[in-house]
């Protein structure tokens, strides 16, 4: 499983900005991903920018008052001599090829044709391209939208909506009141195959009113069988219940999960790729996550191992009260 970030999409914009040729004077974006792209290589190289749409309309170019643009004085889209017509993917180039016969159909000038990403097979439909990335992939800006969704299993809480807090983990009233009323976070635009959560059994039918209320499609609702939160503590399952779900399910593809120690569990377990909201990486059996991962768990350490000293030292420091003779 291939993933690109948006860090990588602006590293990537740095790396190979001397490849858009320097007499460009206009970029234009196809909506919606590539408009992502073109804003940042505009802003970037400092050059005008529009949509697609707003380009065939010959709609005057808007700018800001707080620089100075290169080809201020290009007003109307339709009069720049060269144009760089900006996607984000190819893939069976359709979007771009429709985009470019709408453009020369009415635009006399040179247009140069740029995917980010593409494909060693599919390369040759743009005239420049970031880097290749092979099928299968998924981008940030697309993870929770992409079609891959129909083999996928999300994990609830810190996914599709906020994780409770503390006082609201109370495993009664107040809990059922959080299922109820959680704010949504990435809910996705496509069915989802597998919805795999720690939640207890006990709380299905508020969690299926909730999914159902905020349009969450998906297959089937895997939760935990267990009476009680604290024998859910006690036997520290949440990662093997999940890994175990996606493991026996042949067709599942990608997890997507929201706390990083549990993504790297459920990667190791099921030996398939986990996708971690928490640190926005994808993670794939045997490709080199190790060294950020053993990072992360050393800060993780760190940071617990500091609690514990000042905790320490707080308690050495208490001033001893006298019992009370009363």
Known sequence: MNYRS?????????????KIPNDVDLVVGIPRSGM???SVIALKQNLPLTDLYSFLRNDDLKKGNTRT?????????????????VDDSISSAKSMR????QVKAAYKGTVVTMAVFAEKHNRHHVDMYLELVEQPRVFEWNIMHHPLLVHACLDIDGVLCVDPTEEQND??????EFISCARPLFVPSVKVAHLVTSRLEKYRAETE???QRNGVQYGTLHMLDLPTAEERRRLNIHHKFKAEVYAKHPLTRLFIESEFKQAIEIMRISG?????IETNEMYVPGQAYNLKASALRKSYSFKAKVVRKIKSVVARLAPVVPPSNG
């Not at 398939?272 to 971690?276: F, S």
């Open 36 to 38: 992502l792209v073109a």
């Open 272 to 276: 398939k790729p986990v996708y971690c």
């Open 98 to 101: 429709a985009a470019e016969e």
């Open 69 to 85: 643009y290169k080809h201020a004085e290009l007003s109307k889209p339709q009069d720049a001599m060269k144009i760089l017509l």
């Open 171 to 176: 495993d009664g009233p107040i809990y059922k």
């Open 6 to 18: 948006l860090n990588d999409l602006s590293r990537l914009s740095t790396e190979c900005g001397s």
């Open 209 to 211: 009113d909730w999914l």
